[in-house]
């Protein structure tokens, strides 16, 4: 909402056809398919659900986007450390740069101790709800220290109200819990290694979005849609 709708400019350059792969979701931007062929341009409408899936983050986030990032092994391991490979770990925080808020569990900070910043690519660290009923942490966990960012310890979500673009990172009781407040889930993948330790299981059938091949797999799919 923030930059004048497409039609505006396009409507003075006069290309000879646009072809729209979906409808704009801004209500303030409506009336652009008209205003485009009043300045004579022919205009196809395809509305295509592939072009849909491109920009639902966007449609979701002018409310609230919230997604899952949970990565694990090839057999399913989440829990030891780094799992994925550096070029992951950068996606990620580059990821971070962007989100307003990161949702995490209190054991997972008591025994990783983590700091979850942006700094492998020197970006903006967001803030923090720590999930958490035990409301007592060591403040020289790395996460405590970061200048300029709000810690929130809480046993409930009405925190997340105040905020858009939400990640929840966790294991699996994390992805159970959260299940149906979630846009999208990540699981990323390493396909490289296998580790000794839990399995992740998943409760129900998933329908993939998208999966990505980089050096590890991203697999995208939906939450159970909000209400």
């Keep these: ?12 350059l006069k290309p000879k056809k646009i072809i729209i792969g979906w409808h704009d979701p801004i209500s303030e931007h409506s009336g652009g398919v008209e205003k485009l062929k009043k300045s004579g341009i022919e205009v196809e409408v395809l509305n295509d659900k592939r072009c849909y899936k491109l920009i639902e983050p966007f449609i979701k986030w002018q409310k609230q986007f919230i997604f899952f990032k949970f990565a694990f ?5 989440y829990k030891g450390g780094y799992i994925t490979k550096k070029t992951s770990l950068e996606w990620v925080h580059k990821v971070r740069d962007k989100i307003d808020l990161i949702i995490i569990g209190g054991e ?14 020197n970006g903006k660290a ?4 720590i999930y958490s009923k035990q409301k007592k942490f060591d403040k020289n966990i790395p996460l405590f220290k970061i200048p300029n960012r709000k810690v929130f310890i809480s046993d409930n979500l009405e925190i997340i109200k105040n905020y858009k673009f939400i990640v929840v990172e966790g294991g699996e009781n994390f992805y159970q819990q959260f299940k149906n407040i979630v846009n999208w889930n990540l699981f990323i993948v390493n396909q490289n290694k296998m580790i000794k330790g839990k399995n992740f299981k998943l409760s129900e059938n998933i329908n993939t979005i998208y999966i990505d091949k980089k050096e590890d797999l991203f697999i995208y799919f939906r939450g159970i849609e909000k209400s």
């Excluded at 909402?1 to 003075?12: D, E, H, Q, R, V």
């Excluded at 092994?73 to 391991?77: E, F, I, M, P, T």
């Excluded at 967001?126 to 709800?129: D, E, K, T």
């Design 126 to 129: 967001p803030y923090i709800l």
């Design 108 to 121: 997972t900070v008591r025994i990783d101790r983590p700091t979850l910043d942006s700094r492998f690519i």
């Design 73 to 77: 092994s090839l057999n399913g391991v």
């Design 1 to 12: 909402g923030k930059t004048p709708a497409c039609s505006n400019l396009l409507s003075i």
